[in-house]
Nanobody, 127 residues
């Protein structure tokens, strides 16, 4: 079992930056990979970025490549999302997600690959 708590959301002007954090607690040794998803009103939840726990491989949605960076601090069991050059279309509720136990064969950018989710943190970008 694992618990995920996001922080770092807020309101920012277009072109600004934010860094989101996701603190994991519980039996974190069983975390296989983690990712960030977002959901805007009236839209489906979509992947932003993901990476394997303890690995150097990361994947990004095309819409955020070159602007967002996913990283992790394994010693602190914390996942980060550095967001630069923010655009109004980035406005959404951002969720931290984790694959706990290593079950399933879904790609890292598929929401079906994740079995634990945080409550979300709101990011609002104004023009």
């Amino acid at each position: 079992q694992v618990q995920l708590v996001e922080s770092g959301g807020g309101s920012v002007q277009a072109g600004g930056s934010l860094r989101l954090s996701c603190a994991a607690s519980g039996y974190t040794y069983s975390l296989h990979f983690m990712g960030w998803f977002r959901q805007a009103p009236g839209k489906e939840r979509e992947a932003v970025a993901a990476m394997y726990t303890g690995g150097d491989n990361s994947v990004y949605a095309d819409s955020v490549k070159g602007r967002f960076t996913i990283s992790q601090d394994n010693a602190k069991n914390t996942l980060y999302l550095q967001m630069n050059s923010l655009k109004p279309e980035d406005t959404a509720l951002y969720y931290c997600a984790a694959n706990w136990g290593g079950a399933g064969t879904y790609p890292l950018l598929s929401k079906l690959a994740y079995n634990y989710w945080g409550q979300g943190t709101q990011v609002t970008v104004s023009s």
